[in-house]
């Protein structure tokens, strides 16, 4: 191409953020926090139903959203629909922050809070979780005395697991009085943690959910915002019309209808989550307490080899060597035999 298209300069100064590789089916993927067991049966049966007409169609939101809003315990009014999570994180820029302007976040921490920053050209304010991944409240407290245009709260914190008390994000909360706190709660499955029930307390209070994780829709791109009704409409005002397509819809619709295989997958993965924790701690390798479907461990010199031998057995965990300190490894929680599998590797790499 001749000449140089005209590209916003944020775009051209930031850092692109790499998803899961290709060719992942056939391996043991325990590096981007998935559901390895799958999706409700029942999901598979609303897609089927389906027809070649309901797939013509732009979708219908009103019947799914009190569905989905039922199930989180709200209104639909206080109910946003997205297409998946990072759709979701993406709408708080359009809706609040201008170039220039400033977003705190918290890292090591999801990267599309970052991702999505550095697109709008924000001014990003990182606060550093400490070296026992303490949450930085000194930090956030001080950096919303200047009035930050949103804070990014993720409990549990992705990577490290750790869980914020819900007495910290109210202390949060009463010192947010110019910000929008979005409390992203992608693990509250797993934790059993939620301030839902808070948003019409704090209209600066917004939470985003996804139906990645412990429903196991992460191929269907289907997340939520939930937050006051007068809250929400500004980001509705952010939202294209149709964000969310039919078959995310009906598959949401479906796994909050069978509760049980949700309660049972979110229940066996707490209880392997602890077994591997016990058998790692076995062969000297230091963890972080996680209340995410996931672990945060630190496998010492040779970490990154470890991974690099596993990737070649067909198994992916997610080495954060460059972002976090050499050593450290997120393992996702896969099945019980899954994790057998894992266990069995590294001690055969040890």
Known sequence: ??????????????????????????????????????????????????????LSMYPEYDRGTRRLARHFKVAPEELLLTNGGDDALRLFFDAFVDAGTSAVICEPTFPMYRYWGEVAGAKIEVQRYGPA???????????????????????PNNPTGTLLDTRVIETILKAATHTAVVVDEAYAEFSGVTVIPWIREYPQLFIARTFSKAAGLAGLRLGAVI??????????RATAPFPVNVAALAAGEAAVGDPKTMKRYVKNIQATRGWFEKEVH???????PSAGNFLLADFGPGASEMCAALFK???????????????????????QKEMERLLRLIKDLR
Do not use: W
Request: with cysteine.
């Open 1 to 54: 191409m001749k000449g140089q298209l005209p590209t916003r300069q944020a775009i051209l100064d930031r850092r692109t953020y790499e998803p899961p590789g290709e060719g992942r089916a056939d391996k043991l993927r325990l590096d981007f926090n998935e559901n390895t067991a799958g999706c409700s049966p029942a999901v598979r049966r609303a897609l089927a139903k389906l027809t070649p007409k309901l």
């Open 133 to 155: 991944m303490e949450f930085p409240l000194d930090g956030v407290l001080q950096a919303l005395e200047l009035h930050p245009r949103v804070l990014f709260v993720c409990n």
């Open 227 to 236: 937050a006051c009704e007068e809250s929400l409409a500004i980001l509705r």
């Open 282 to 288: 076995k062969l000297g390798v230091r963890t972080y």
């Open 313 to 335: 057995k067909g198994v992916l965990l997610r080495d954060r060597a460059k972002d976090i300190g050499p050593g450290i490894v997120r393992v996702s929680i896969g099945t």
